[in-house]
Every structure is written in structure tokens, then in C-alpha cells.
């Protein structure tokens, strides 16, 4: 096993576990930067290794009747086939383009990647304002089978092609286009992401696209990751970590966009680590001053009463 990769994987676990999202939009980036794995390589197992990952989330989600079934399978029925046709794409963009290809999926990844994070960032601090209007489920007439039939299409082509956004572009979807609570929102968003991370993954198996030892490193850290983050956000405001995950997936996208050959100031992708350091020591700063508010509320242990015997 490799100690590095799984801790890294247990990085990754933590925030999925918190967020909800993030799998897919940080391994990814993580192995083609840190570890240097190709690309191609680095979509097909981050898929398969999610996948697995995703089906534990979605049967633990299925349980705690958290999931919108219809609004599910319905944006199944655009997101697998669309899936298995990205990754068709990528294999006839990768024989197109020969050795230049690497930058051509790195390019789209950051691209993605910065979408993703602008939009988890919108959804932090401006989608909160639709909560008055959210629901518990879904009445799929057809106006709603086709929106999220498109919303499938589009996840799921993105998604097969790059490993990334299934997270981040179905949770923004599912608020804004069927204003679901949060936690059907999260429910159906795991339970899809399931379904369609392993129709994704199988098509990169197929093509030969995944490397299972990495995948088990990955395993290895990720799922004792998702099952401590599930714990740890109850601590910490959601809308706190969404934003701190929408800056780490911008900060990945201008990272990859400088490794694919953009030119972007060091200065520029040194401040989004150090942007989420600040964010944390506030999140600690201020649960040390509820903390010390609390103690002073309830004030001093009074005396004990004097004995009457």
C-alpha cells in the first residue's frame, strides 16, 4: 500500500463526508499533480474508485429514505448513456490528438473544475436564499422527466469524460431546478452519483483506463475518510464548508490550467491554500469563543449548602 496516496485519500474522504461533494473534482487533480499519474489513468480509476464509494453513501441514503427514486432514475436515463458516450469521446479525442492529448483533458478538467467551483461557491452563499421554497419530493410530470433527463445528459457526458462535477453540478441542479430540501438533495444526489459513477467506471474498464492497485490505495483511505467527515459536519457550519471546498476546487482548476501551460502568477495559486487556512483558523477562532460564551453563561459552581446534620 502506498501511505501517501492513501492519506490523500483520506483527505479527499474527509470532505466528501462533510460536503457531500468533492470526490471525483479533487482525486483527480490530486493524482495528475502530485503523483504525476496520466490523466487518463487518473479519470478511469478516480471513477472506479468512486463508485464504490458512492454505492455505500447512496445504500445508507436509500435506508434512511432520504432519496427521490423517480427524479433519480430519471436523470439515469440521460446521465448513463451520456456517460458511456464521454468516455467515447475521450478515446477518440486521445487517438486524435496523440502525444498532445494530456494537455488537451488537462485543460478540460481545470475548466470544469472552475466551473464546479464557482458554482458550489453560489450555492454556499446565494442558493440559501430559495429555502422558503423547497420540498420533499418531486411530482415528475413531463416538464419535470425532461429537465432531468438534460440534467443527467449533461452531468453525466462531463462526468465520463472528465471524473469530475457529478457532485457539484447535480446538488446545484437539484436546488435550482426542483428545489429539493438539503437532505433530499444530498440523498438523491449520492444515490444517482452511484449509478452513474459505475456505468462511467465500467467503460473506462472496458477501455483499460483503470489501475486497481491505485484505486485500493485510494479505498484504503477514502472510506474510513467518508465515514469521519460524516461525523465531523455536524460541527462545522455547512455553508463554512462549502465555501472552503468551492476555493480548493478553484485553486485545483488554476493549478491544472498552469500545468497544462497557462501562465498564472505563483502569487495567484499560492492564495487559495492559504485562503482555506484562514477560513479554518476562523471556523476554530469562533468555536473557541462560543465555547468560552458558554462556559461564562453558565457562570460559577455555586457553594454546596451547608449540612443539617
Same mark, same amino acid.
Given at each position: 500500500?502506498?501511505?501517501?496516496?492513501?492519506?490523500?485519500?483520506?483527505?479527499? &474522504?474527509?470532505?466528501?463526508?462533510?460536503?457531500?461533494?468533492?470526490?471525483?473534482?479533487?482525486?483527480?487533480?490530486?493524482? /495528475?499533480?502530485?503523483?504525476? /499519474?496520466?490523466?487518463?489513468?487518473?479519470?478511469?480509476?478516480?471513477?472506479?474508485?468512486?463508485?464504490?464509494?458512492?454505492?455505500?453513501?447512496?445504500?445508507?441514503?436509500?435506508?434512511?429514505?432520504?432519496?427521490?427514486?423517480?427524479?433519480?432514475?430519471?436523470?439515469?436515463?440521460?446521465?448513463?448513456?451520456?456517460?458511456?458516450?464521454?468516455?467515447?469521446?475521450?478515446?477518440?479525442?486521445?487517438? $486524435?490528438?496523440?502525444?498532445?492529448?494530456?494537455?488537451?483533458?488537462?485543460?478540460?478538467?481545470?475548466?470544469?473544475?472552475?466551473?464546479?467551483?464557482?458554482?458550489?461557491?453560489?450555492?454556499?452563499?446565494?442558493?440559501?436564499?430559495?429555502?422558503?421554497?423547497?420540498?420533499?419530493?418531486?411530482?415528475?410530470?413531463?416538464?419535470?422527466?425532461?429537465?432531468?433527463?438534460?440534467?443527467?445528459?449533461?452531468?453525466?457526458?462531463?462526468?465520463?469524460?472528465?471524473?469530475? &462535477?457529478?457532485?457539484?453540478?447535480?446538488?446545484?441542479?437539484?436546488?435550482?431546478?426542483?428545489?429539493?430540501?438539503?437532505?433530499?438533495?444530498?440523498?438523491?444526489?449520492?444515490?444517482?452519483?452511484?449509478?452513474?459513477?459505475?456505468?462511467?467506471?465500467?467503460?473506462?474498464?472496458?477501455?483499460?483506463?483503470?489501475?486497481?492497485?491505485?484505486?485500493?490505495?485510494?479505498?484504503?483511505?477514502?472510506?474510513? %475518510?467518508?465515514? $469521519? &467527515?460524516?461525523?465531523?459536519?455536524?460541527?462545522?457550519?455547512?455553508?463554512?464548508?462549502?465555501?472552503?471546498?468551492?476555493?480548493?476546487?478553484?485553486?485545483?482548476?488554476?493549478?491544472?490550467?498552469?500545468?497544462?501551460?497557462?501562465?498564472?502568477?505563483? $502569487?495567484?495559486?499560492?492564495?487559495?491554500?492559504?485562503?482555506?487556512?484562514?477560513?479554518?483558523? %476562523?471556523?476554530?477562532?469562533?468555536?473557541?469563543?462560543?465555547?468560552?460564551?458558554?462556559?461564562?453563561?453558565?457562570?460559577?459552581?455555586?457553594?454546596?449548602?451547608?449540612?443539617?446534620?
Amino acid at each position: 500500500m502506498d501511505p501517501a496516496i492513501a492519506a490523500f485519500g483520506l483527505g479527499v &474522504g474527509l470532505l466528501v463526508g462533510m460536503t457531500g461533494i468533492g470526490g471525483g473534482s479533487l482525486m483527480t487533480p490530486l493524482l /495528475i499533480l502530485v503523483f504525476g /499519474i496520466n490523466p487518463v489513468t487518473a479519470v478511469g480509476t478516480d471513477l472506479a474508485y468512486g463508485a464504490v464509494t458512492k454505492t455505500v453513501g447512496g445504500f445508507k441514503h436509500l435506508r434512511q429514505r432520504t432519496v427521490d427514486m423517480p427524479l433519480s432514475l430519471w436523470m439515469g436515463a440521460g446521465s448513463v448513456p451520456a456517460a458511456i458516450g464521454g468516455v467515447y469521446v475521450l478515446e477518440a479525442i486521445q487517438r $486524435a490528438h496523440g502525444a498532445a492529448f494530456d494537455n488537451v483533458l488537462i485543460t478540460a478538467l481545470a475548466i470544469t473544475l472552475l466551473f464546479c467551483g464557482i458554482m458550489t461557491l453560489a450555492r454556499a452563499l446565494f442558493l440559501k436564499r430559495i429555502l422558503g421554497r423547497e420540498r420533499d419530493s418531486v411530482a415528475m410530470g413531463r416538464p419535470e422527466k425532461v429537465r432531468a433527463v438534460l440534467l443527467g445528459v449533461v452531468v453525466g457526458f462531463v462526468l465520463g469524460a472528465t471524473s469530475a &462535477g457529478s457532485g457539484a453540478l447535480i446538488a446545484v441542479g437539484l436546488i435550482m431546478l426542483f428545489r429539493l430540501v438539503p437532505q433530499r438533495v444530498v440523498g438523491t444526489d449520492v444515490f444517482h452519483a452511484a449509478i452513474l459513477l459505475w456505468a462511467a467506471a465500467l467503460a473506462h474498464i472496458v477501455a483499460g483506463n483503470v489501475d486497481f492497485v491505485l484505486a485500493g490505495n485510494i479505498l484504503a483511505g477514502s472510506i474510513p %475518510g467518508v465515514w $469521519a &467527515g460524516s461525523h465531523l459536519s455536524v460541527r462545522i457550519p455547512v455553508a463554512t464548508l462549502r465555501t472552503i471546498l468551492a476555493v480548493v476546487l478553484i485553486g485545483s482548476g488554476l493549478g491544472l490550467l498552469a500545468k497544462s501551460g497557462v501562465k498564472i502568477p505563483a $502569487a495567484v495559486l499560492g492564495a487559495f491554500p492559504a485562503a482555506v487556512v484562514l477560513m479554518l483558523l %476562523g471556523v476554530a477562532l469562533r468555536g473557541r469563543k462560543r465555547g468560552a460564551e458558554g462556559a461564562d453563561a453558565v457562570g460559577p459552581t455555586p457553594p454546596p449548602l451547608p449540612s443539617r446534620g
